[in-house]
Nanobody
Framework: QVQLVESGGGLVQAGGSLRLSCAAS????????MGWFRQAPGKEREFVAR????????YYKNSVKGRFTISRDNAKNTMYLQMNSLKPEDTAVYYC??????????????WGQGTQVTVSS
């Protein structure tokens, strides 16, 4: 049974930092893309960043480039999202996901339960 479990969310002031973690279990993800998505109140879920599990290549939503960094630790089967210079508009529930195709706007295979990130102004 595949499980993706996020942690690390919380309340932070604008300009602050948070690191989200996503612990993956239940299968081998070496041929998968892993990604972070977010959903703000009243808005649709949107793609944030993606990493290729095998070689670590990354891809970001334009608005987070230079502020967010996605990474993974193969030994721990864990993915991270380091978020710096946070803005109130980054407030959302953040989800990790896994998929063989990794298309940002596509339908991803596996999802975590989400973790709340709130940025106060």
């Amino acid at each position: 049974q595949v499980q993706l479990v996020e942690s690390g969310g919380g309340l932070v002031q604008a300009g602050g930092s948070l690191r989200l973690s996503c612990a993956a279990s239940g299968r081998t993800f070496s041929s998968y893309y892993m990604g972070w998505f977010r959903q703000a109140p009243g808005k649709e879920r949107e793609f944030v960043a993606r990493i290729t599990w095998s070689d670590g290549s990354t891809y970001y939503k334009n608005s987070v480039k230079g502020r967010f960094t996605i990474s993974r630790d193969n030994a721990k089967n864990t993915m991270y999202l380091q978020m710096n210079s946070l803005k109130p508009e980054d407030t959302a529930v953040y989800y990790c996901a896994a998929d063989r195709d990794g298309i940002p706007g596509g339908s991803w295979d596996y999802w975590g339960q989400g973790t709340q990130v709130t940025v106060s102004s």
